[in-house]
């Protein structure tokens, strides 16, 4: 009789175990080790002026559908966005945010008329900003969304890309493949647009401020002018070079500065490419150009050495890095941002007294930068992580995109 009771008693704790396995499988369980009862896929992406929200559809499930909550700024409790949702739904919009305001949304199951107790979470910052990246790691140019959480667009083709420059208000974005040869000039509304072929070996880019043409490094010898449809803008090019391998224009009078990596010097030329000097410096790699200034600074990926030169080509003061190489200023709030590639740090300066502010550690080798002048903060991209990170004025991490293969340029578009 005892056998009996206690075969009998197995029986029943294994049905229940069996019981409890078929529970816990059930995506709308809260235990559910995958699910956590919650709606799967939840991503809010930011674009300027609209936020819109994916999530995976269930038809097969048995519930009403979904709804959607959004937390505003000022808000203490989430408000129900969207209603119920058909349960093979897996997108909606939001197109009541305001630019450069953070929203937080939840998205819960609705079973029986109720809605669920669980939930999935996501935050999104619409605005103008539009950071872009090229990394030929993946053959990529990305167009990342205004808060810097995820990839908004991507074209595929530039395995070979390094030279980045974009045009202000969703204009022409420029992409220069350095092994190939080529330019492409690729217009935001659809990624598509003119293919130069013939260009040497295009490296850096910078755009005239006053007429939006492009000034093209061309490592073999020479720096190219272009237009955005593609054609030739006068002067045609700026020659007698020795592999020019950075270039960047003065934001208020558009004069040029050239580094010549191979030829170890710094050009300067006035708005009409007319020259207005040299400055012999060891392996230039980088130049940026402080707006109220007129002065230079150019990095060293090689010497080591940080310069700030003069407009009249007069080296002011030189610091000492490992290897410094990606450089962009904050005239605005007098920060210098310098990539500082082997020692893995990004250094901040002070532009007035070239005092250290502090170093953002373990990004994972950043290699280029730029500031977002409308709030300060940095854009960086690190090629041993293979991420693209935002960054506050004083150096936190704010969001990251992951994923990337070899991130090697970025550039902002601020928007209108």
Same mark, same amino acid.
């Given at each position: 009789m ?31 080790p ?5 709606? +799967?896929g ?13 999530w ?12 959607? &909550? ?5 808000e203490?409790?989430y +408000? ?27 998205i819960?199951?609705?079973?029986g008329?109720?809605?669920a107790?669980?939930? !999935? ?8 900003l ?12 990305a ?14 083709? &530039? ?6 420059? =974009?045009?202000r208000?969703?204009?022409a ?22 293919h130069?072929?013939g260009l ?6 910078a ?5 939006a043409?492009a ?7 020479d ?15 700026l ?7 950075? /270039? !960047?224009?003065?934001?208020g ?7 010549? &990596?191979?030829?170890s ?12 000097g !040299? ?16 002065e ?7 010497s080591?050495?940080?310069w ?9 003061d ?18 210098a941002? /310098?990539c ?19 170093? =953002? ?10 500031v ?5 903060e ?9 991420r ?11 969001? &990251? ?8 340029? /970025? ?6």
């Open positions: 005892r056998a009996v009771a206690a075969l009998l008693a197995l029986l029943l704790a294994l049905a229940a175990a069996s019981c409890s396995n078929r529970e816990r499988a059930n995506p709308l369980d809260a235990a559910n995958n699910t956590g009862g919650a709606p +799967q939840f991503n809010a992406i930011a674009y300027p002026a609209l936020v819109q929200l994916n995976v559809a269930q038809p097969g499930l048995a519930i009403d559908g979904f709804e959607i &909550f959004r937390l505003a700024p000022g203490t409790i +408000q129900s966005l969207s209603g119920v949702l058909p349960s093979s739904t897996s997108q909606f919009y939001d197109n009541t945010v305001q630019p450069g305001l953070e929203y937080h949304y939840r819960h199951y609705v079973v008329g109720v809605v107790a669980v939930w !999935a979470e996501d935050v999104a910052m619409p605005g103008p539009s950071p872009w990246v090229v990394d030929p790691g993946r053959g990529l140019l167009r990342l969304s205004p808060d810097g959480r995820d990839v908004l667009a991507s074209r595929p083709g &530039f395995t070979n890309a390094g030279g980045l420059a =974009v045009t208000g969703l204009g974005v420029w992409v220069g493949n350095e092994i190939d040869g080529t330019l492409d000039i690729v217009y935001p509304s659809d990624l598509l647009g003119p130069l072929r040497g070996a295009p490296a850096g880019i755009l005239d401020p006053l007429d043409t000034w093209i490094c061309n490592r073999n010898g720096v190219k002018h272009y237009r955005s449809d593609g054609t030739v803008a006068s002067p045609a090019a020659l007698n070079l020795d592999d020019p391998v950075a /270039i !960047a224009t003065d934001p009078t558009g004069e040029i500065w050239v580094t010549e &990596f191979g030829g010097r710094l050009r300067h030329y006035d708005h009409g490419g007319l020259p207005s !040299a400055r012999p410096l060891l392996a230039p790699s980088r130049v940026a150009v402080d707006s109220t200034t007129g230079a600074w150019v990095t060293s990926i090689s080591g050495w940080l700030r030169v003069s407009r009249s080509l007069v080296v002011l030189s610091l000492r890095y490992q290897s410094p190489v990606g450089v962009a200023l904050d005239w605005r709030r007098r920060v941002w /310098i500082d590639v082997d020692a893995n740090q990004l250094v901040a300066l002070n532009m007035d007294t070239r005092a250290e502010k502090f170093r =953002v550690n373990g990004l994972g080798n950043p290699w280029d930068v730029a977002n002048l409308g709030n300060g940095a854009w960086v991209v690190a090629r041993g992580s293979g693209a990170y935002r960054l506050s004025p004083t150096g936190q991490t704010i969001t &990251f995109v992951p994923g990337f293969g070899d991130p090697y340029s /970025i550039r902002l578009d601020p928007g209108p």
